[in-house]
Every structure is written in C-alpha cells, then in structure tokens.
C-alpha cells in the first residue's frame, strides 16, 4: 500500500514537473516571435516605392506614411494588393472613402 502512494506522488510530481518544463517553452517561443512581429518596417522608402507612379506624391507619401505607421505594412507594388496587409486596407476617412493609397 504504501507503495502505490510513493509511486503515485512520484507520477504526480513527475508530471507536474513536466507541465511547468513545457509552459516555459512555450512562453519562451511566442516572446521570441512577439520579438520578431515587433520589427518596424522602412516606412520611406515603402512608400516611396508605393507611391512612386502617383500624379500627387506628395499626398500620397503622407497617406502612405500615416498608414505605415499604424499597421508596420505596406503592400507590395503601385496600387492594388490590399489583401496582402489587412490592417492597411482597413483604414478609411471620415467620409468612409480608403485612406491608405
């Protein structure tokens, strides 16, 4: 009898400690991919490169470098591709129009 107990406890314990052994290896791997989520894109030369075909780049650039800066993405060529950057696509004027070029 007192043998089941001892080796009950050890199998609690035992499993215990590998529950605490596989909570911290998870947490070490979302701060490591927290990290890299947290890396801040060029805004400039994204837009630059965004807005590089526009008639008002000026206004565009301006635009582009609010919405960068909010989302940390620009969609990939001139125009179109906002499905690429949900966040980017997202964001519209008062007037309910897109607000990112």
Partial sequence: MAISKALT???LISLLVL????ADQTTS?????????????DCGSACDA?????????ICKRACGTCCARCNCVPPGTAG???????????????G????P
């Fill in 50 to 58: 965004r807005c590089r075909l526009a008639s008002r780049q000026k």
């Fill in 81 to 95: 591709n906002q499905e690429v950057c949900p966040c980017y696509a997202s964001l519209t004027t008062h007037g």
């Fill in 29 to 41: 791997n979302e701060s490591a991919v927290a990290g890299n989520l947290a890396k801040k894109i």
């Fill in 19 to 22: 529950h605490l052994a596989e």
């Fill in 97 to 100: 129009r897109r607000k990112c």
């Fill in 9 to 11: 406890a050890s199998l």
